[in-house]
């Protein structure tokens, strides 16, 4: 892997990880669950619209609409997204709203060679 022009913030990446040397077999291990995790295409597709929503936050009511699967499934993919260190859940009332882990997706950034997050999502630098 080369190694990405411009700064890269300390906080998103553990020092050394991704950057200019190979991951070691933890970091390896680590990144490895995370790519699996959003391997899967419903899993990915809910990924993208909590990532996605206003505020960076979503309620799984607001993100099942256009989702082919069932509740229960739904329910399943946000389990391993979340098992993935990928999001965070937090219950209100009667709903479960789901947030991105800003760490895990800046370090998906860098594996994948972008320098920010917001060059992952097309936003002009």
């Known amino acids: 892997m ?7 913030d300390d906080a ?13 077999a933890a ?14 295409p419903v ?8 990532a996605s929503h206003a505020g960076g936050e979503a309620c799984v009511c607001d993100i099942s ?7 229960p499934t ?9 098992d993935a ?3 965070t859940s937090q219950r209100r009332a009667s709903w479960v709203y789901y ?3 800003p760490e895990a997706l800046a370090s998906l950034a860098v594996l994948l060679g972008a320098t920010s997050v917001d060059a992952v999502a097309g936003v002009p630098a």
């Not at 998103?12 to 070691?24: F, R, V």
């Not at 899993?43 to 909590?50: C, E, M, P, V």
């Not at 739904?74 to 979340?82: C, I, M, P, T, Y």
């Open 27 to 40: 970091e390896a291990a680590d990144m490895a669950v995370k790519l699996k995790a959003l391997a899967d």
């Open 65 to 71: 609409v256009g989702v082919e699967v069932s509740q």
């Open 2 to 8: 080369s190694k990405s022009s411009g700064p890269v």
């Open 99 to 101: 947030a991105v882990v």
């Open 85 to 87: 260190g990928l999001l």
């Open 12 to 24: 998103c990446c553990p020092p050394g990880a991704l950057l200019g040397e190979p991951l070691s």
């Open 74 to 82: 739904v329910s399943h993919h946000l389990k391993v997204l979340r």
């Open 43 to 50: 899993r990915l597709q809910l990924f993208s619209a909590i």
